[in-house]
């Protein structure tokens, strides 16, 4: 029974630290914002196709007016790569907060996700 209970404990462990997220040296792209931005146009449900950092897959953003003029919410929706291989649910969700600080420029963003 012990043997059993950690080889369930060592495979948990080896499958979370293949999901985390991982850090690195250096710094982010530089991406220039987008001039004309429109939020509204923005909205709604969007399949990730390129990501920095990271291991998910399938990755969906779904954004949506939040509380106030310049709050918005954001769900990501991703896939665990080996509970995909099975018939369990196998989809993480995150709830984040998006913001606008600055409405002379609304393409710069911030999210905040909640640990």
Known sequence: MNVLVGALLA???VVT???SHSYHLGSCPTIEPVANFDM???LGK???IQKTSTGSRCLINNYAQGSGERNYTLEQISEHFLLGL???DHQYRYA???S?????SPAKMTVRFPL
């Open 11 to 13: 495979v948990k462990v």
């Open 86 to 88: 099975t018939s369990v």
């Open 40 to 42: 509204t146009k923005f």
């Open 100 to 104: 606008v600080p600055d409405p002379n």
């Open 96 to 98: 984040g907060l998006l």
């Open 46 to 48: 969007w399949y990730v």
């Open 17 to 19: 630290s293949v999901q």
